[in-house]
Antibody, heavy 126, light 106 residues
Framework: QVTLKESGPVLVKPTETLTLTCTVS??????????VSWIRQPPGKALEWLAH???????SYSPSLKSRVTISKDTSKSQVVLTMTNMDPVDTATYFC??????????????????WGQGSWVTVSS | IQLTQSPSSLSASVGDRVTITCRAS??????LVWYQQKPGKAPKLLIF???TLQGGVPSRFSGSGSGTDFTLTISSLQPEDFATYYC?????????FGGGTKVEIK
């Protein structure tokens, strides 16, 4: 049974650093067909992809947040960590982690997010 | 790569056929995914590779398209289908989502 669960602070102050942890079960972070991304959703707004880390520790970032965001993982602990520096009230959102699945099909490799965490609500306020 | 969904919202009745479109700013082959999201919940995968139905998803959902233009169709809208739908491209980084389409009850 695959699960992902986000954990971290509910409230952070402006200029502080946010650290969120995604603890996964039911699959290994070293599986070459799996990766984990962080996605956020401000209240009433659309989904926004933030960062991704592959099984081989290759990372990718949203260009608009690249200077502030770092993604890392600890395979032995089955955890993926997102840090975001210099938090601002506009960063108030629900933060999700999600598993990327890479599947070989007729037309090549297909990628999709098949399992998501429940989400972690983060408010940025003084 | 920007994804433009239309419409941003629609009102429909149970039994209606509903079509949502997603246009990419450049070609993404078939690397497009559709999700359904209900309030307070995480998105749920419906379709990947533009037209492949995820296991357990009702067959009234279908997807089509390739390149820049994609469509999600619900053949006969059911009460549990009232939700917000998002497209996402996974052709290249940075990954992007469309702005969402909210399907409301008429």
């Amino acid at each position: 049974q695959v699960t992902l669960k986000e954990s971290g602070p509910v409230l952070v102050k402006p200029t502080e650093t946010l650290t969120l942890t995604c603890t996964v079960s039911g699959f290994s972070l070293s599986n070459p067909y799996m990766g984990v991304s962080w996605i956020r959703q401000p209240p009433g707004k659309a989904l926004e992809w933030l960062a991704h880390i592959s099984s081989t520790d290759e990372d990718s970032y949203s260009p608009s947040l690249k200077s502030r965001v770092t993604i890392s993982k600890d395979t032995s602990k089955s955890q993926v960590v997102l840090t975001m520096t210099n938090m601002d009230p506009v960063d108030t959102a629900t933060y999700f982690c999600a598993r990327m699945n890479l599947t070989k099909g007729r037309e090549g490799t297909a990628a999709f997010f098949d399992y998501w965490g429940q989400g972690s609500w983060v408010t940025v306020s003084s | 790569i920007q994804l433009t969904q239309s419409p941003s919202s629609l009102s429909a009745s149970v039994g209606d056929r509903v079509t949502i479109t997603c246009r990419a700013s450049q070609g993404i082959r078939n690397s497009l995914v559709w999700y359904q999201q209900k309030p307070g919940k995480a998105p749920k995968l419906l379709i990947f590779a533009a037209s492949t139905l995820q296991g357990g998803v009702p067959s009234r959902f279908s997807g089509s398209g390739s390149g820049t233009d994609f469509t999600l169709t619900i053949s006969s809208l059911q009460p549990e289908d009232f939700a917000t739908y998002y497209c996402q491209q996974l052709n290249s980084y940075p990954l992007t989502f469309g702005g969402g389409t909210k399907v409301e009850i008429k």
